[in-house]
């Protein structure tokens, strides 16, 4: 098989648009860090929070963040600059009267909106994690949480739930356990004992409480008895590794963990039946994979919206483009939500986007008439 012969024509494309793309991404940068992220990290420098190499790397560790949004926003915008150029200048009415159809025309643009597409992928996938890690040590920042652990049996009912007040790496301290009984309400669980300890820690795929107090409630609700242990566990094997992946996961926001860690993730919150968690999570992991893609449909879409008649008007075009990234950004929390509340199913949440973009793709092309 013979690879398609490369032209002065796919150069020219390619370097022009690449170069509006580059402009565009780095022009999305500056005003994306400037406001409030830049006057920050200046005022910290100044007042002695920050060395100016340490200024230097938070700014540089919160790039990849902002790339992964730019990518998608400077491919639309250096490809619909280059080619409302083209079309003001009648360059893209020689090419079509050379015989060019629009598929060659666009040959070089998809090849930059693939390996651009490789970038953004990487981006979210490796380099954002990352930097959220390291912004962490540079700040000293260690994350605590609140968590709420339930063991189920086979049929979803809870037998045991595990109440962390505060948690830091592996330690715990005011930990709650609810042990429950086998009686059950319509409305509610029977509690048979309640155990309050003031420390806890994970080892040995164990949670080992310390300093602990036990209270007996007997079938009426009412405390039979209280008793004073020096440990105990609370959760041992399969349960106690499970919850505290789960409990660790919590401090994270999904943008700060690897696509593996994620798909780990989503796999634990099935099996521990955590629904709303495990929608949600399946939604953005799914994410990962359709955000990138959506830089090749943007290219095509800016393509088309630079193509324009000599005395069109120029800004229609990207008044058109800067609605379709104002929609798709704001937009994103809303499908969030109708995933985690099972409202739709998170690969229709995750991939209506791509999908509406295709469908206003092929409307540009139709009204364009190409």
Not at 77 to 106: N, V
Not at 163 to 175: A, L, P, Q
Not at 244 to 264: A, C, F, G, P, V
Not at 340 to 355: D, N, Q, R, V, W
Request: aromatic letters at 12%.
């Amino acid at each position: 098989m013979k690879l398609p012969k490369l032209t002065v024509y796919d150069k020219y494309i390619f370097s022009q648009v690449f170069m509006a793309t580059f402009i565009a991404i780095l022009l999305f940068t500056v005003v994306w860090i400037a406001p409030e992220m830049l006057l920050s990290t200046i005022k910290k420098a100044l007042t002695g929070v920050y060395t100016l190499k340490t200024a230097g790397l938070v700014l540089l560790y919160e790039l990849p963040k902002i790339l992964g949004k730019a990518f998608p926003v400077g491919l639309l915008l250096g490809t619909l600059f280059t080619f409302d150029k083209l079309s003001k200048d009648s360059e893209l009415t020689i090419f079509r009267a050379a015989g060019m159809s629009f598929a060659r025309i666009l040959a070089p643009v998809l090849v930059l909106s693939l390996i651009v597409t490789g970038l953004c992928f990487i981006t979210c996938d490796k380099l954002i994690p990352y930097s959220c890690n390291k912004l962490l040590e540079i700040k000293g920042k260690v994350a605590t949480t609140q968590y709420i652990y339930t063991q189920k049996d086979e049929g979803g009912h809870p037998k045991k739930a595990v109440v962390v007040s505060k948690f830091t790496k592996d330690k715990m301290s005011n930990v709650i356990v609810l042990d429950f009984s086998k009686k059950m309400y319509d409305d509610v669980h029977q509690l048979s004992e309640i155990y309050v300890a003031e420390t806890g820690k994970y080892e040995d795929e164990k949670w080992l409480l310390k300093d602990i107090t036990k209270y007996q409630i007997s079938s009426d609700g009412i405390f039979e008895g209280i008793e004073k242990y020096a440990d105990m566990t609370a959760l041992e094997g399969q349960s106690a590794k499970n919850a505290y992946t789960l409990m660790t996961y919590s401090t994270k926001r999904d943008r700060d963990i690897t696509n593996t860690e994620l798909k780990q993730y989503v796999n634990l919150l099935k099996i521990e039946q955590m629904d709303e968690e495990y929608r949600d999570m399946l939604n953005k992991y799914l994410q990962r994979y359709f955000h990138p893609f959506v830089c090749v449909l943007l290219a095509i879409m800016g393509t088309l919206l630079g193509f324009s008649k000599p005395r069109e008007q120029k800004l229609v075009g990207f008044v058109i483009a800067i609605g379709c990234i104002f929609l798709y950004y704001i937009t994103l929390p809303l499908f969030d939500l109708l995933a985690e509340k099972g409202i739709l199913h998170p690969f229709i949440t995750a991939i209506f986007p791509p999908l509406a973009f295709s469908l206003g793709i092929v409307g540009f092309y139709k009204s364009k008439d190409i």
